[in-house]
């Protein structure tokens, strides 16, 4: 079972938004924190938003006042608002959760497959 699924990726222009989500399957649990990455063509894969178990935020600078991360701990799901997209947010956006699973009790880092975000004109 894929333990995490991120949606919501597309083609957007610059200024527009989009929202991100990712679904939390029931093969992982005791999530600590869960996160949004993002990897661009020839760049190294970047933090771009994470959220811990009492709901602190923190974000690269690139993106603060312009994207919202957000939890729903009851429906095991982690969303990421985008507003005044700009072309440099154009990347594979992946979803990441630091959780125990079904198959061992370590604390370990599980990822989505990722979801392109294409901010183009």
């Known amino acids: 079972q894929v333990p995490l699924v991120e949606s919501g990726g597309g083609l957007v222009q610059p200024g527009g938004s989009l929202r991100l989500s990712c679904s939390a399957s029931g093969s992982i649990f005791s999530i600590t924190a869960m996160a949004w990455y993002r990897q661009a063509p020839g760049k190294q894969r970047e933090l771009v938003a994470r959220?811990?178990?009492?709901?602190?935020?923190n974000y690269v600078d690139s993106v603060k006042g312009r994207f919202t991360i957000s939890r729903d701990n009851a429906k095991n799901m982690l969303y990421l608002q985008m507003n005044s997209l700009k072309p440099e947010d154009t990347a594979v956006y992946y979803c990441n959760a630091v959780a125990q699973s079904i198959t061992t009790i370590t604390f370990s880092d599980y990822w989505g497959q990722g979801t392109q975000v294409t901010v183009s004109s």
């Open positions: 959220i811990i178990v009492g709901g602190s935020t």
